[in-house]
């Protein structure tokens, strides 16, 4: 009798919701299987089939992920880490940490964090689902993650005719260190939720006679600070952001990485794991690109 997809769908999505919740509890075939709901043999192979990784390699890329947030709060030494993720040593911690990252644990706690919840990758890999199209089959996209967004407002810098950053700056006028004119003023927007970003608005955002691309920073939804002479607000609703990141590149070659990046975007099917873009939540926004942590795009999303 042949599997109901549905069926094997949910069980994966058991099995993931189980180590989701036992990250810092030792995890056993056993535990996986029971919560699939079928034998560990079958467990293994489905989960397999339906992620590309084994179960206990998922298990730890996501063990190596969550650690990699806590060493984020400085507050907890690397050795408590590892321990709280069940690494039998600090040693075994640090190779699979700088196997996973291409960094070395203490050194990615003692590194000045950007704004945000970026993490620098270098190898960990989420591979694909054996259930998406073919054409996403050798992407170049390491690491995917929904992030939920708060209400918020939008301040921007519109533009009249840009579809990109090069058209852009073009338009607004070049700052320093090679950014927007706009971005520099955004910049030093003190309450500011996150780093500015550059972003392509939906129709719904878009007036008449404006561009496509603009440069933006996000603020509190009750932000009530100085909005700067030629710059428009926007509010957000609440949403659920994907973000995509690419692997860490060399800045000198920073235009192709990007393009395989953005080709690979183009091609993602978010509804192999339940979700739909939804473009009229928000816009479609990129980080500003640095070598040592890869492209970062983020784009709205809602379950399906």
Known sequence: MRENKNEIFEAIVRMKTYIASNLQDP???DDIAKAAGYSQFHAARIFKVGTGLSPFEYIR?????????????GNQ?????????????????????ANGFG??????ADHPPPEGWLIPRNYLNRSKSNMEVSNMNQTAIIFTQIMERPARKLILKKAATA??????????????????????????????LYEPVGLW??????????????????????????????FDVIDLEPCQLLVFQGEPYNDENFED????????????????YGYKFAPELAPRMQLKPWGWRGYIEMQPVVNV
């Open 201 to 230: 608005l939906p129709e719904n955002m878009r007036p008449a006679g404006t561009g496509v691309y603009a440069h933006g920073v996000e603020v509190p939804a009750d932000y009530s600070g100085e909005i700067p002479d030629g």
């Open 163 to 192: 579809d990109d950053y090069f058209s852009y700056c073009e338009e607004v006028g070049c700052g320093i260190n090679n950014d927007s004119a706009a971005w520099d003023i955004l910049s030093e927007i003190k309450d500011a």
């Open 77 to 97: 030494k690397v050795m408590d880490i590892a321990l709280d993720f069940v690494f039998d040593s600090h040693e075994g911690f640090t190779r699979a940490f």
């Open 257 to 272: 990485a990007i393009g395989i990046c953005v080709e690979r975007i183009c091609k993602f099917n978010p509804e192999v």
């Open 103 to 108: 960094i070395l644990p203490k050194k990615f």
């Open 27 to 29: 995890i056993t075939a």
């Open 61 to 73: 890329s996501k063990r190596l992920t969550s650690a990699a947030h806590a060493l984020r709060q």
